[in-house]
């Protein structure tokens, strides 16, 4: 990869760069909703504060973690 | 072919499953069946043991080389501005070390059936064959571990570069797997 093209891909006008970040941020930002559901839960907080905190709904919520926890 | 797998064995097959999609794999291979074998108590893990390796060890190398250049790509969030390893450093800090990659693995896709690959068809064919050879009547997790072995694949490359820092080789493991199957036998 040259050097104009490795410069390109990091400002994200490659489609194919760009979907991959946003595929990676997804992924890191499901997993950061495991641990500080998990954790949350740990602590004593009700499905209804945590679905709050995320903006969904408690329904939401437990469906996702409900089985996990 | 899967009624002769012992309770055990149909485990770690089915917890491959887990594993592939944990680390969000489109299929199975024998990375995923390794990863699974290590880390269920029994026979596998046994043998694995007995050639000097530390299954919890293989596992971890084994799903490592299955998430290598996968979702979680350091360098594709570096391109929108994100550290993943600052993000690993905090994680670790208030959940514990190597939150991170727990988490990915826990994150389940539920009902979705993630196919085998060939290789990962072959190497359970060959254990079924390991079995035959060794007049075992029910197959284990050691004649997994030796299919995996026998396979051409790229969990039997984990266990091979595995077991050769830890300073022994293919021939011991080989050695280890199928001396325990002849003393349960």
């Known amino acids: 990869m040259t050097e104009q093209t490795l410069v390109g891909a990091a400002a994200g006008d490659d489609p194919g760069e760009g979907l991959r970040a946003v595929r990676a941020l997804r992924d890191l930002a499901d997993r950061l909703e495991t641990l500080q559901v998990e954790r949350a839960r740990g602590l004593g907080w009700s499905w209804q504060e945590i679905a709050d905190g995320l903006g969904v709904s408690r329904q939401a919520v437990h469906k996702k973690h409900g089985r996990r926890l | ?185």
């Not at chain 2, 999609?21 to 269920?40: C, E, N, P, Q, V």
């Not at chain 2, 350091?74 to 991170?100: H, I, K, M, P």
């Not at chain 2, 035959?132 to 694949?153: F, M, Q, S, T």
């Open chain 2, 1 to 185: 072919m899967f009624e002769r797998f012992t309770k055990e064995a149909r485990a770690a097959v089915v917890e491959a499953q887990q594993v592939a999609r944990g680390t969000r794999s489109a299929t199975i291979d024998t990375r995923h069946l390794l990863a699974s074998l290590s880390s269920t108590a029994g026979p596998a893990a046994d043998a694995l043991r007995a050639a000097g390796l530390d299954p919890a060890e293989v596992g971890a190398r084994a799903r490592r080389a299955v998430t290598e250049g996968e979702p979680l790509d350091a360098g594709a969030l570096a391109a929108v501005g994100v550290d993943l390893d600052e993000v690993r450093r905090r994680t670790d800090e208030v959940f514990g070390a190597g939150a991170l990659d727990r988490a990915g693995a826990r994150t389940t896709r539920r009902g979705k059936h993630v196919p085998f690959t060939d290789d990962a068809k072959k190497a359970l064919e060959l254990s079924l064959r390991e079995a035959v050879r060794l007049k075992d009547k029910g197959i284990d997790g050691r004649h997994l571990l030796l299919g995996i072995l026998r396979a051409d694949c790229p969990g039997g490359r984990v266990l091979q570069a595995a077991l050769h820092d830890a300073g022994t080789d293919v021939a011991a493991l080989r050695t280890a797997a199928e001396r325990s199957a002849r003393t349960a036998a």
